[in-house]
């Protein structure tokens, strides 16, 4: 059986591992250079109802993650909507504090 790593490949991977969890921690380098600790998550459990998307598209959704590689997630400590690139991504932690980090090419 091969070893399980703690490494994320791609956007869409990114995406699945905050969807599976309740929260997740993500660490990024923001435009300015500076980084940022965010504690977000995608459970509408956790998202306020007035925050909760209103309609959904997964084209538009596909050509962010594929093309421009931006992850949207729900920020928990501003309780708004934020962008996270996915490539300025160091690592995303998760409530059990499981650590994977981000591989980039």
Request: net charge positive; glycine share 0%.
């Amino acid at each position: 059986m091969p070893e399980k790593t703690n490494t994320i490949d791609t956007a869409v991977e990114l995406l699945e591992k905050i969807k599976d969890e309740e929260e997740v921690t993500i660490r990024f380098i923001k435009k300015d250079g500076t980084l940022r600790n965010m504690r977000c998550t995608l459970s509408f459990k956790k998202i306020p109802k007035s925050k909760q998307p209103k309609e959904f598209s997964l084209p538009k959704l596909l050509k962010l993650l594929n093309r421009n590689k931006i992850v949207h997630v729900f920020d928990l400590d501003k309780q708004d909507w934020r962008s996270v690139p996915f490539d300025r991504t160091e690592w995303v932690e998760t409530a059990n504090n499981l650590r994977y980090k981000i591989k980039r090419r």
